[in-house]
């Protein structure tokens, strides 16, 4: 699912995923990092650095599989907390039915 957020003040729109972030499982931390989202980009890299140097690497997998379940939820998160609001009330219920507001 997809939801619709805009910025008042700056009057900025953006689409964001719901649930599960497949993007993330798959690429990690360029996920955050292609959404401008550096602080979450570098808490991953580290994760996965620390992670991965105790298991030859399975734990940076493993990093990445677990944080996908949630990452959406916390990028959402910050978008709230620098102004965004739903874009609409399809959005708000979406939102709101997934535990985001």
């Known amino acids: 699912m997809f939801a619709n957020l805009v910025n008042e003040k700056t009057q900025t729109y953006k689409g964001v995923k719901v649930g599960f972030s497949w993007t993330e499982m798959f690429f990690g931390f360029w996920t955050p990092v292609f ?3 550096f602080k ?3 808490v991953l890299v580290l ?3 620390i992670f991965g140097s105790f298991t030859w690497g399975g734990g940076a997998f493993l990093v990445t599989f ?3 379940f949630f990452y959406n ?3 959402v998160k910050d978008m709230v907390a620098q ?3 739903p874009a609409d009330t399809t959005s708000f219920n979406v939102l709101k039915n997934a535990g985001y507001l």
Request: hydrophobic content about 45%; proline content about 0%; charged content about 30%.
């Open 47 to 49: 994760a996965e650095i």
């Open 66 to 68: 677990i944080f996908a």
């Open 35 to 37: 959404r401008g989202d």
């Open 73 to 75: 939820r916390l990028y």
């Open 83 to 85: 102004g965004y609001k």
């Open 40 to 42: 979450w980009a570098s």
